[in-house]
């Protein structure tokens, strides 16, 4: 144990002595690690936070669309294209066949809304929604004051509206009291019956710029044609038969579209944990870009590091055949020099890992994610640190310690 200590103790003496080389080197393999630390812990923080959002919905909740949500490109791109839109009268239908087992909620949203009030207004970048009075049962979205849409405001097309915490600042700063306000979106007039509870941003989008109206009203007033593509939101009541519930959903929709025994699905049909699937694929390349560059990096460090260990056995030619001359053994200088290798790239990696958290999870805040540590990534640069430094640290070991005592003590 003591002479594990004096290894590492002569290490940092090492390091101190060459105060410029060791400040380089450092910073070579920090930059490395950080890469690789950066791209975890942020594609983490971000998968974790996604995930939350999804388990929200309910784990008994699955969405048909007509294209994916997430598409990682590829030919399948013309395929979704030339599928029929989801139509506001196919949303009906499955709503009417599917009444007896599942909740169906419809919608349809565009972004790029004005929204006025008197002499106030917001920016263009409001998001529509068009809903029905299902929606908040299939959604996380929770209404702060007044009410949530009925069935009667679908049905008889009422023009009101639920309106999120970003606009209410905007045009109504000093102004509490907003139900039954009319305010104009895109000059047409709604009459404000409720307010969304506020939810913050999520990945640098804010989730209250936002305002809720009837789907028929989206559908005629702000949709170029009745035929707008729905998205359709379905939740079981039954979670025990989720399985065969949306066994019989799909076979609804296959009906309601007219499609054959032999045609597949020209829908698409996503549960929470697919999505949640298809988005750690997304974010894993991110992952896979942080961790080849942190490669790429690490090789060049290594590379440094053997250049500067040579150097270093150089420069203690005499200290080495000191060492040989009174007993030491070849192991115990291969040791040395290696220990040195590794405490060198131990601090780069710690101190590459620390700023790598640091910086991913602070973006991760920044653009609305959960701040959180991934001790798999922590351990990964820090086991990689250990590995650059044993395979940067050997040759120039073995190197020192095949010396010749008496040659190494005439060196100048």
Request: aromatic share 10%; net charge neutral.
């Amino acid at each position: 144990m003591e002479k594990f200590y004096d290894i590492i103790h002569q290490a940092f003496d090492s390091i101190r002595s060459q105060k410029l080389r060791a400040f380089f080197t450092l910073l070579s393999i920090a930059i490395g690690v950080f890469a690789i630390t950066f791209s975890g812990s942020l594609t983490n923080s971000i998968d974790s936070t996604v995930n939350a959002q999804i388990e929200s919905l309910g784990r008994y909740t699955f969405f048909i669309t007509k294209v994916p949500a997430i598409q990682m490109g590829g030919n399948d791109w013309f395929k979704y294209r030339n599928r029929p839109e989801i139509s506001y009268r196919q949303y009906l239908d499955l709503q009417e066949k599917t009444e007896d087992y599942a909740v169906v909620t419809g919608s349809a949203k565009s972004t790029g809304f004005t929204v006025k009030f008197g002499d106030l207004e917001t920016d263009p970048d409001v998001t529509l929604v068009g809903t029905d009075h299902n929606f908040f049962l299939t959604s996380d979205l929770e209404i702060s004051n007044g009410r949530a849409l009925l069935q009667s405001d679908i049905e008889f097309n009422k023009n009101f509206a639920i309106v999120g915490n970003d606009i209410l600042v905007k045009i109504f700063p000093n102004n509490p009291d907003v139900i039954g306000k009319e305010i104009k979106i895109d000059n047409k007039p709604f009459t404000i019956i409720g307010t969304l509870k506020p939810k913050g941003a999520l990945l640098g989008q804010s989730q209250d710029n936002i305002i809720i109206i009837p789907l028929s009203q989206f559908l005629t007033k702000f949709s170029s044609q009745w035929e707008q593509d729905v998205v359709l939101i379905v939740k079981a009541n039954n979670p025990v038969e989720f399985s065969y519930i949306l066994d019989e959903t799909i076979g609804q929709m296959r009906i309601i579209r007219n499609l054959k025994p032999w045609q597949d699905n020209n829908f698409e049909v996503q549960t929470n944990e697919s999505l949640s699937d298809q988005f750690g694929s997304l974010t894993g390349y991110l992952t896979y870009f942080g961790v080849f560059s942190g490669i790429i990096a690490l090789i060049a460090a290594g590379v440094g590091i053997t250049n500067i260990m040579l150097i270093t056995v150089k420069e203690r030619t005499r200290e080495i055949g000191i060492r040989k001359a009174v007993g030491a053994k070849k192991r115990l200088i291969v040791l040395q020099f290696v220990s040195e290798t590794i405490v060198l790239t131990l601090l780069g990696g710690l101190f590459g890992t620390i700023f790598g958290v640091v910086v991913g999870g602070g973006l991760g805040i920044f653009v609305g994610t959960s701040f959180t540590i991934s001790v798999k990534w922590v351990l990964i640069s820090l086991t990689i640190s250990v590995l650059l430094g044993l395979a940067s640290g050997v040759f120039p070991a073995y190197k020192a310690a095949s010396l010749d005592p008496v040659d190494a003590l005439r060196y100048e």
